[in-house]
């Protein structure tokens, strides 16, 4: 499974298909992303976020040739994409 990762504000997960997740350190909701897609693989996606500056970079997928696998910048504040 994949790992969460914090900047010590913040702890972003990712859960496959179910999404990307931000809480603060109190465990309160910030943000989520449930639009990225269904992950679908033989063995699970392990896939975890990674931050970088004022981002959280997250490999979407695999969907092992059934949908689209993608590397998503996002803002660690809100949630938006920033890159794709």
């Known amino acids: 499974h994949a790992s969460p990762v914090t900047d010590g504000e913040r702890v972003v997960a990712c859960f496959g298909s179910a999404g990307v997740y931000c809480y603060d350190l109190d465990g309160k909701e910030l ?27 997250q490999w979407c997928g695999p969907n092992d040739g ?18 794709k």
């Open 31 to 57: 943000w989520k992303r449930t639009d990225l897609g269904k992950w679908e693989a033989a063995f699970g996606n392990s896939a975890s976020p990674v931050l970088v500056g004022d981002m959280v970079v």
């Open 66 to 83: 059934k949908g689209e696998n993608y590397l998503l910048g996002m803002k660690k504040s809100n949630g938006e994409t920033v890159w």
